[in-house]
T-cell receptor, first 110, second 115 residues
Framework: DAKTTQPNSMESNEEEPVHLPCNHS???????IHWYRQLPSQGPEYVIH???SNVNNRMASLAIAEDRKSSTLILHRATLRDAAVYYC???????????FGEGTQLTVNP | ETGVTQTPRHLVMGMTNKKSLKCEQH?????MYWYKQSAKKPLELMFV???????ENNSVPSRFSPECPNSSHLFLHLHTLQPEDSALYLC??????????????FGQGTRLTVV
Protein backbone atom coordinates (compact mmCIF):
# COMPACT_ATOMS: atom_id res chain seq x y z
CA ASP A 1 0.00 0.00 0.00
CA ALA A 2 1.24 3.48 -0.83
CA LYS A 3 2.21 5.55 2.19
CA THR A 4 0.66 8.78 3.46
CA THR A 5 2.26 11.49 5.60
CA GLN A 6 0.27 13.63 8.01
CA PRO A 7 1.26 16.08 10.75
CA ASN A 8 1.16 14.49 14.19
CA SER A 9 -1.08 17.15 15.64
CA MET A 10 -3.02 20.31 14.81
CA GLU A 11 -5.03 22.80 16.78
CA SER A 12 -8.05 24.82 15.86
CA ASN A 13 -10.54 27.13 17.47
CA GLU A 14 -14.20 26.35 17.68
CA GLU A 15 -16.33 27.71 14.83
CA GLU A 16 -13.28 28.18 12.58
CA PRO A 17 -12.39 26.15 9.48
CA VAL A 18 -9.76 23.44 9.73
CA HIS A 19 -7.55 22.22 6.91
CA LEU A 20 -5.93 18.86 7.56
CA PRO A 21 -3.16 18.06 5.04
CA CYS A 22 -2.03 14.70 3.75
CA ASN A 23 0.87 13.92 1.41
CA HIS A 24 0.82 10.80 -0.74
CA SER A 25 3.51 11.28 -3.33
CA UNK A 26 3.62 7.58 -4.34
CA UNK A 27 -0.11 7.32 -5.02
CA UNK A 28 -1.03 5.15 -7.99
CA UNK A 29 -3.65 5.97 -10.58
CA UNK A 30 -6.22 3.60 -9.08
CA UNK A 31 -5.80 4.54 -5.40
CA UNK A 32 -8.75 6.18 -3.72
CA ILE A 33 -8.05 8.69 -0.95
CA HIS A 34 -10.04 7.90 2.18
CA TRP A 35 -10.37 9.84 5.43
CA TYR A 36 -11.51 8.37 8.71
CA ARG A 37 -11.56 9.82 12.19
CA GLN A 38 -11.46 8.21 15.60
CA LEU A 39 -13.00 9.87 18.61
CA PRO A 40 -11.72 8.89 22.05
CA SER A 41 -12.71 5.37 23.10
CA GLN A 42 -14.56 4.70 19.84
CA GLY A 43 -13.95 2.85 16.60
CA PRO A 44 -12.91 4.79 13.49
CA GLU A 45 -15.65 6.57 11.60
CA TYR A 46 -15.73 7.14 7.84
CA VAL A 47 -15.51 10.80 6.85
CA ILE A 48 -15.09 11.07 3.09
CA HIS A 49 -13.27 9.64 0.10
CA UNK A 50 -12.41 10.59 -3.47
CA UNK A 51 -10.36 9.70 -6.52
CA UNK A 52 -9.60 12.83 -8.55
CA SER A 53 -12.29 15.44 -8.11
CA ASN A 54 -13.01 17.42 -4.98
CA VAL A 55 -15.79 15.92 -2.88
CA ASN A 56 -18.28 17.35 -0.43
CA ASN A 57 -20.56 15.68 2.08
CA ARG A 58 -22.38 16.67 5.22
CA MET A 59 -19.30 16.11 7.38
CA ALA A 60 -16.47 17.65 5.37
CA SER A 61 -14.91 18.51 2.03
CA LEU A 62 -11.98 16.80 0.38
CA ALA A 63 -9.71 18.83 -1.85
CA ILE A 64 -7.41 16.74 -4.05
CA ALA A 65 -4.38 18.27 -5.74
CA GLU A 66 -4.30 18.13 -9.50
CA ASP A 67 -1.30 15.74 -9.46
CA ARG A 68 -3.01 13.74 -6.70
CA LYS A 69 0.14 13.75 -4.59
CA SER A 70 -1.57 15.54 -1.75
CA SER A 71 -5.04 16.18 -0.39
CA THR A 72 -6.69 18.29 2.28
CA LEU A 73 -9.61 17.46 4.49
CA ILE A 74 -11.63 20.56 5.26
CA LEU A 75 -13.91 20.89 8.26
CA HIS A 76 -15.83 24.08 7.54
CA ARG A 77 -16.68 24.99 11.14
CA ALA A 78 -14.90 23.01 13.81
CA THR A 79 -16.82 22.00 16.90
CA LEU A 80 -15.57 20.48 20.12
CA ARG A 81 -16.99 17.14 18.93
CA ASP A 82 -14.59 17.21 15.97
CA ALA A 83 -11.64 16.65 18.31
CA ALA A 84 -10.30 13.29 17.14
CA VAL A 85 -7.48 11.53 15.35
CA TYR A 86 -7.90 11.95 11.59
CA TYR A 87 -6.49 9.29 9.29
CA CYS A 88 -5.70 9.73 5.60
CA UNK A 89 -5.58 6.33 3.90
CA UNK A 90 -4.98 5.19 0.34
CA UNK A 91 -7.18 2.30 -0.71
CA UNK A 92 -6.04 0.58 -3.85
CA UNK A 93 -5.51 -2.62 -5.70
CA UNK A 94 -4.40 -4.56 -2.62
CA UNK A 95 -8.04 -5.19 -2.10
CA UNK A 96 -10.48 -4.09 0.51
CA UNK A 97 -7.99 -3.60 3.34
CA UNK A 98 -7.53 -0.27 5.12
CA UNK A 99 -4.03 0.36 6.46
CA PHE A 100 -3.94 2.99 9.19
CA GLY A 101 -0.98 5.22 9.98
CA GLU A 102 -0.51 7.47 12.99
CA GLY A 103 -2.96 10.12 11.81
CA THR A 104 -3.33 13.72 12.95
CA GLN A 105 -4.58 14.48 16.45
CA LEU A 106 -6.91 17.46 16.09
CA THR A 107 -7.49 19.58 19.18
CA VAL A 108 -10.37 22.06 19.08
CA ASN A 109 -10.18 24.93 21.54
CA PRO A 110 -13.37 26.53 22.86
CA GLU B 1 -24.63 3.64 15.56
CA THR B 2 -22.66 2.26 12.63
CA GLY B 3 -24.53 -0.99 12.07
CA VAL B 4 -21.58 -3.03 13.32
CA THR B 5 -22.10 -4.37 16.84
CA GLN B 6 -19.37 -5.80 19.01
CA THR B 7 -19.82 -7.68 22.25
CA PRO B 8 -18.73 -7.52 24.92
CA ARG B 9 -17.64 -3.89 25.14
CA HIS B 10 -15.24 -4.67 27.97
CA LEU B 11 -13.54 -7.92 28.93
CA VAL B 12 -11.10 -8.83 31.65
CA MET B 13 -9.57 -12.28 31.40
CA GLY B 14 -6.84 -14.26 33.01
CA MET B 15 -3.98 -15.71 31.03
CA THR B 16 -5.39 -19.23 31.30
CA ASN B 17 -8.95 -18.31 30.29
CA LYS B 18 -10.69 -18.90 26.99
CA LYS B 19 -13.05 -16.22 25.75
CA SER B 20 -14.58 -15.07 22.49
CA LEU B 21 -15.28 -11.69 20.97
CA LYS B 22 -18.30 -11.34 18.74
CA CYS B 23 -19.00 -8.99 15.84
CA GLU B 24 -22.29 -8.74 13.98
CA GLN B 25 -23.44 -6.66 11.03
CA HIS B 26 -26.63 -6.63 9.00
CA UNK B 27 -25.47 -4.15 6.39
CA UNK B 28 -25.24 -6.75 3.64
CA UNK B 29 -21.44 -6.58 3.65
CA UNK B 30 -19.37 -9.59 2.70
CA UNK B 31 -15.96 -8.43 3.91
CA MET B 32 -15.18 -8.39 7.62
CA TYR B 33 -12.02 -7.47 9.49
CA TRP B 34 -10.40 -7.68 12.89
CA TYR B 35 -8.08 -4.89 13.98
CA LYS B 36 -6.03 -4.48 17.15
CA GLN B 37 -5.27 -1.08 18.65
CA SER B 38 -2.75 -1.01 21.48
CA ALA B 39 -2.29 2.10 23.59
CA LYS B 40 -0.82 5.02 21.65
CA LYS B 41 -0.35 2.91 18.51
CA PRO B 42 -2.02 2.86 15.09
CA LEU B 43 -4.61 0.24 14.27
CA GLU B 44 -3.08 -3.05 13.16
CA LEU B 45 -4.97 -5.23 10.72
CA MET B 46 -5.17 -8.80 12.05
CA PHE B 47 -7.51 -10.78 9.80
CA VAL B 48 -9.62 -10.25 6.68
CA UNK B 49 -12.55 -12.37 5.60
CA UNK B 50 -14.20 -12.12 2.18
CA UNK B 51 -17.38 -14.10 1.62
CA UNK B 52 -16.65 -16.17 4.77
CA UNK B 53 -13.17 -17.15 3.57
CA UNK B 54 -10.08 -15.90 5.35
CA UNK B 55 -8.04 -13.94 2.82
CA GLU B 56 -5.51 -12.30 5.10
CA ASN B 57 -3.70 -13.19 8.31
CA ASN B 58 -1.06 -10.66 9.25
CA SER B 59 1.24 -13.00 11.19
CA VAL B 60 -1.13 -13.10 14.13
CA PRO B 61 -0.15 -15.53 16.93
CA SER B 62 -2.20 -18.71 17.08
CA ARG B 63 -3.63 -17.77 20.49
CA PHE B 64 -5.99 -15.60 18.41
CA SER B 65 -8.34 -17.75 16.34
CA PRO B 66 -10.91 -16.11 14.06
CA GLU B 67 -14.13 -17.68 12.86
CA CYS B 68 -16.59 -16.45 10.26
CA PRO B 69 -19.62 -18.77 10.17
CA ASN B 70 -21.56 -16.52 7.82
CA SER B 71 -21.23 -13.11 6.21
CA SER B 72 -22.97 -11.38 9.11
CA HIS B 73 -20.96 -12.73 12.02
CA LEU B 74 -17.30 -12.74 12.94
CA PHE B 75 -15.73 -14.14 16.08
CA LEU B 76 -12.29 -13.89 17.62
CA HIS B 77 -11.54 -16.77 19.95
CA LEU B 78 -8.92 -16.05 22.58
CA HIS B 79 -6.89 -18.50 24.66
CA THR B 80 -3.76 -18.33 26.80
CA LEU B 81 -3.30 -14.65 26.12
CA GLN B 82 -0.47 -12.52 27.46
CA PRO B 83 -0.74 -9.17 29.26
CA GLU B 84 0.69 -7.45 26.16
CA ASP B 85 -2.41 -8.59 24.26
CA SER B 86 -4.43 -6.06 26.25
CA ALA B 87 -5.82 -3.66 23.67
CA LEU B 88 -8.92 -2.38 21.91
CA TYR B 89 -10.12 -4.96 19.37
CA LEU B 90 -12.11 -3.52 16.53
CA CYS B 91 -14.29 -5.21 13.96
CA UNK B 92 -15.16 -3.65 10.61
CA UNK B 93 -17.14 -4.56 7.52
CA UNK B 94 -17.43 -3.37 3.93
CA UNK B 95 -18.53 -4.41 0.44
CA UNK B 96 -15.59 -6.33 -1.05
CA UNK B 97 -16.90 -6.21 -4.58
CA UNK B 98 -16.98 -2.41 -4.59
CA UNK B 99 -13.32 -2.45 -3.64
CA UNK B 100 -11.64 0.87 -3.13
CA UNK B 101 -14.68 2.99 -3.84
CA UNK B 102 -16.61 2.25 -0.68
CA UNK B 103 -16.30 2.93 3.01
CA UNK B 104 -15.78 0.55 5.89
CA UNK B 105 -17.92 0.59 8.99
CA PHE B 106 -16.38 -0.05 12.40
CA GLY B 107 -17.82 -1.32 15.62
CA GLN B 108 -17.22 0.39 18.96
CA GLY B 109 -14.62 -2.19 19.88
CA THR B 110 -13.98 -4.54 22.77
CA ARG B 111 -11.60 -3.22 25.41
CA LEU B 112 -9.64 -6.32 26.47
CA THR B 113 -7.52 -6.49 29.61
CA VAL B 114 -5.42 -9.60 30.24
CA VAL B 115 -4.40 -10.05 33.86
Amino acid sequence: DAKTTQPNSMESNEEEPVHLPCNHSTISGTDYIHWYRQLPSQGPEYVIHGLTSNVNNRMASLAIAEDRKSSTLILHRATLRDAAVYYCILRGTSGSRLTFGEGTQLTVNP
Amino acid sequence: ETGVTQTPRHLVMGMTNKKSLKCEQHLGHNAMYWYKQSAKKPLELMFVYNFKEQTENNSVPSRFSPECPNSSHLFLHLHTLQPEDSALYLCASSHPDRGMNTEAFFGQGTRLTVV
